[in-house]
């Protein structure tokens, strides 16, 4: 039966930024992550794939070329969790020990939540940037489609990177300016929830694009079934008088980000919350109940924007909190919520929202050199040269000039 100092469930950005940060403070650990998947994603990069700025294949790397040196990678899917015995069951029943456990293995997708979807998708003008294998579907689609209806949607919250689908929207819609087609173009944004974006600074900044674009926004509209070869969708409108009808709407193109939820197995899980999220305290991340386990990344239930960024903040204090649980570390380290998202508001311009628990706006650059509140070509650079590096040289081999924590107790 292996044991190990950590196991790390998922090598996902989280799972990896984090076995690199703990080996990076201590080589001596054993540590293990347990991940089924042979290919890693920079899902970061899929919204310029979708706009045909990025090839595919600079966002995927092999799991192996990616497991820090000295941590042993378990190439299996973890199937449930044992925290009375300190370990987690693998698919085959094999039995993994631990003295320490972080869960990061991400969200779910739900696509069969979306009558029809499943059978249309990267099809009949179907598309999503939150596959690798659809994300250059949208960027052909963007670039084939001359007139007609684009329909962008945004299904209830939480979700991964909240402004991602209306990244999709105005980089679609830029395209089509550029090229004198938008004025043949009727594009609609059809949002399950009922704001923009949920930090109120950088809405005026949108709004002046989504008025630029002429994009007509729907605001509790879900959408719950598709027809691709009929080219149709429905939306149930949820109206104040708590009524909710259906709506129809025809499409040539329908950009689609699917309902998500934490992964079955941590749902199942005596370590979820009644949503089904990992229940950790907010600062430290560690379980609200289970003494020596953590998580970090998309699928715990702190309420930080679930963004690589975030997780890149997280990794070293879960790190630091794992080690000083060890007795290897003097204090703990507290996570402020830091979560960002580089809204893509043209070619060439972002929107860099920056901001931690309550939306706090927390801007990572002077002011002077890029203000997160109105578009910047400095943040599209970032975002463009920048980000790429710093998430494979930086992030996930635990260099941490720009994540270190503050450690706040002795
Ligand atoms: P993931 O990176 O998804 O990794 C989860 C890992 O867990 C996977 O490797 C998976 O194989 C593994 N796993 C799952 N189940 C099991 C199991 N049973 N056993 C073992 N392992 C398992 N973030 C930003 O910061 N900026 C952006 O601009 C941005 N844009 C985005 C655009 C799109 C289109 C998308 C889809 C995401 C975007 N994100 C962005 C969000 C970002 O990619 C995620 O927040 C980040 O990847 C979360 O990391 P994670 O490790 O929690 O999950």
Known sequence: LASYDVVIVGGGAAGIACAASLRERDASLSVAIVDPADVHYYQPGWTFVGAGIFSPSTTARTMASLIPRGVDWVKAAVAAFDPARHAVVLEGCRLLRYRTLVVAAGIKLNWEAIEGLVDTLGRNGVTSNYRYDLAPYTWKLVQETRAGRALFTQPPMPIKCAGAPQKAMYLSCDHWLRQGRL?????????????????????????????????????????????????????????????????????????????????????????????????????????????????????MNAPNAKTAAAARKQAPVVANNVLHFLGRARGLARYDGYGSCPLTVERGKIVLAEFGY?????????????NGTEPSRLAWYLKEWMLPPIYWKAMLRGREWLARPVITEG
């Open 358 to 370: 309550g939306g706090k706006l927390l801007p990572s650059m002077p002011r002077w050199l890029i």
């Open 183 to 299: 004025r043949d173009m009727e594009v609609g944004f059809y949002n399950a929830g009922g704001a923009l974006f949920g930090v109120p600074e950088y809405v005026p900044a949108l709004m002046r694009y989504v008025e630029r674009y002429g994009a007509a926004l729907n605001f509790q509209h879900n959408l719950v079934r598709v027809d691709g070869e009929a080219r149709r969708a429905w939306f149930v409108r949820s109206g104040e008088d708590g009524q909710s009808e259906v709506v129809q709407r025809e499409f040539d193109m329908i950009h689609v980000v699917p309902p998500q939820q934490a992964p079955d197995f941590v749902r199942a899980s005596p370590l979820a919350d009644e949503a089904g999220w990992v229940d950790v305290d907010q600062f430290t991340l560690r379980h609200k109940h289970f003494e020596n386990i953590w998580s970090l990344g998309d699928v």
